[in-house]
C-alpha cells in the first residue's frame, strides 16, 4: 500500500466540526486580525510552554526576525547559526543586514554543537540563534552558559520543536526569545502560515515585541520603532486552538512510530543506515521528522527506490546555508563544516505522522530492509 510522506486528513476530520463552528462565529463577529482567538492561542501556548508571554505572528520566519529586531540586531553585528536548518533561520539575519556566522553540527543530533558555537564568537557577536532541528534541542544548558558567561542574548529557533524537551525544559524556556512555526506539516499545523514568539520572562521585551509585529504601534498611529507586518490572523489562531487539545496525543503519537522504526530497523547494518537517536537528557524528541543517514553515497538510489515502492520521503536539506548562492559572499567553502556538508549528502526523512497504522510503518519498513539486502 502507499505510505505519503504526510497526510493530514485524518487528523483534520478530529478537528473539522469545531472549526467550522468557530468559522461561522468568527464571521459573525467581522473581527478577522488579532481578535479573542489570538488572545486565547497566546495565554495557552505561553500556559504549555511554560513562559510568561507568547505573541501570535504571520510566520514562524517573522516570529524569529521580530526577536532579532527586539534585541536591536542590525548592520554589522554578527549572529551565530547552525548551516544545517532551513533558510528562515539565515534569511532573518541576513535581511536585518547583520552577518550569519555558521557553526558545525553534532552528526548525531544535527543541532549545532556549543564547541562551535563557542569558536565562532566574536567581539561582534550580538546573539546565538540554536534551532532545534526535527523535534530534538540542541544542547541548551551548555549553549546557555557559554552565552550567559559573555552577556549574549540567545535566540531559541524552536520552529520544528513546539513541545520538545530537555533537561527537564521545555523548547522557549531557555533563551530570551523564542521563535515557533505552526506551517501545516508541523506537529502543531495552521491552514496556512503562522507563527508564535515566546518570551521567557522579559516584559520589555514582550511589549515591544507587540509593538513590532503591528509596525512598531503602540497606540494607534503612534509608532516607536519601525516593525512589521507580522500579524496572526483569527482564523489560523481558531485552527491551532482546535488542535492544540491533541498535541500531546499527536507527540505520543509520533514518538511510538520512531520507537517502533528503531526496533524493526535495528538489524541494519549502521555503516549503510543509521536511525536517528534521542540523546537529550529528561526530555524528550518530537520527530517532527524521523531523519535517517544513507552511508556510501546511496542517498538518491535509495530515495528511488522508496518512490517505486510508492513511500513518501523528503531530503531536510540538500545544501546547507554556508553553501548557497545568497551566502556566497561570506568566504564559506566546501569543507567549511564537514559534519553539516556530510550530513546533506546522508540525510533522508521517512514518514511518522502520528496517524500511521502499523501495516503502514511494516510498509516503510520491507522498502527500507528491501532495499538493503537487495
Known amino acids: 500500500m502507499p505510505v505519503p510522506m504526510l497526510d493530514l486528513v485524518a487528523q483534520n476530520v478530529v478537528v473539522k466540526q469545531k472549526i467550522l463552528d468557530g468559522?461561522?462565529?468568527?464571521t459573525d463577529r467581522c473581527t478577522f486580525v488579532l481578535g479573542e482567538n489570538v488572545r486565547g492561542l497566546e495565554s495557552e501556548l505561553a500556559d504549555y510552554c511554560c513562559t510568561k508571554y507568547s505573541v501570535g505572528m504571520s510566520s514562524g520566519t517573522d516570529a524569529l526576525?521580530?526577536?532579532?529586531?527586539?534585541?536591536?540586531i542590525g548592520s554589522g553585528d554578527e549572529i551565530i547559526i547552525p548551516s544545517f536548518t532551513f533558510f528562515a533561520t539565515g534569511g532573518v539575519v541576513a535581511r536585518l543586514g547583520a552577518k550569519p556566522?555558521?557553526?558545525d553540527i553534532d552528526p548525531q543530533t544535527f543541532n549545532a554543537t556549543p564547541s562551535a558555537i563557542e569558536a565562532a564568537i566574536t567581539d561582534r557577536t550580538k546573539a546565538i540563534m540554536p534551532v532545534h532541528l526535527f523535534g530534538q534541542l540542541a544542547d541548551m544548558p551548555k549553549i546557555m552558559e557559554i552565552a550567559n558567561a559573555r552577556g549574549i542574548p540567545v535566540i531559541e529557533d524552536a520552529c520544528q520543536s513546539l513541545g520538545a524537551k530537555g533537561w527537564g525544559k521545555?523548547?522557549?524556556?531557555?533563551?530570551?526569545?523564542?521563535?515557533?512555526?505552526?506551517?501545516?506539516?508541523?506537529?502543531?499545523?495552521?491552514?496556512g502560515d503562522a507563527g508564535l514568539a515566546l518570551i521567557r520572562d522579559n516584559e520589555e521585551l514582550f511589549r515591544k515585541i507587540m509593538r513590532l509585529r503591528v509596525h512598531g504601534m503602540e497606540p494607534v498611529y503612534v509608532h516607536h520603532e519601525v516593525g512589521i507586518n507580522g500579524r496572526l490572523d483569527e482564523f489560523q489562531a481558531l485552527v491551532l486552538r482546535a488542535k492544540l487539545p491533541f498535541l500531546e496525543e499527536w507527540h505520543v503519537g509520533r514518538r511510538k512510530n520512531a520507537q517502533?522504526?528503531?526496533?524493526?530497523?535495528q538489524s541494519l547494518c549502521p555503516v549503510d543506515f543509521q536511525i536517528p537517536l534521542e540523546i537529550v537528557p529528561n526530555g524528550r524528541h518530537i520527530y517532527n521528522q524521523f531523519t535517517v543517514r544513507i552511508k556510501k553515497g546511496r542517498r538518491d538510489e535509495f530515495q528511488n527506490h522508496l518512490k517505486a515502492k510508492g513511500i513518501g520521503s523528503s531530503i531536510f536539506y540538500p545544501i546547507p546555508l554556508h553553501l548557497q548562492p545568497c551566502f556566497e559572499y561570506l568566504g564559506y567553502r566546501n569543507g567549511s563544516l564537514p559534519e553539516t556538508e556530510l550530513s546533506a549528502k546522508?540525510?533522508?526523512?521517512?514518514?511518522?505522522?502520528p496517524e500511521m497504522t502499523e501495516e503502514m510503518l511494516e510498509e516503510v519498513a520491507s522498502a527500507v530492509m528491501g532495499f538493503f539486502r537487495a
Do not use: R
Not at 531557555?174 to 491552514?191: V, W
Not at 546522508?346 to 505522522?353: A, H, N, T, W
Open 23 to 26: 468559522l461561522s462565529a468568527i
Open 260 to 265: 517502533w522504526y528503531s526496533e524493526n530497523l
Open 65 to 72: 526576525l521580530v526577536a532579532m529586531m527586539a534585541l536591536g
Open 101 to 103: 556566522v555558521f557553526a
Open 170 to 191: 521545555n523548547a522557549g524556556q531557555f533563551g530570551q526569545i523564542t521563535g515557533c512555526s505552526f506551517y501545516p506539516t508541523k506537529n502543531l499545523g495552521a491552514f
Open 346 to 353: 546522508e540525510v533522508i526523512s521517512l514518514p511518522i505522522y
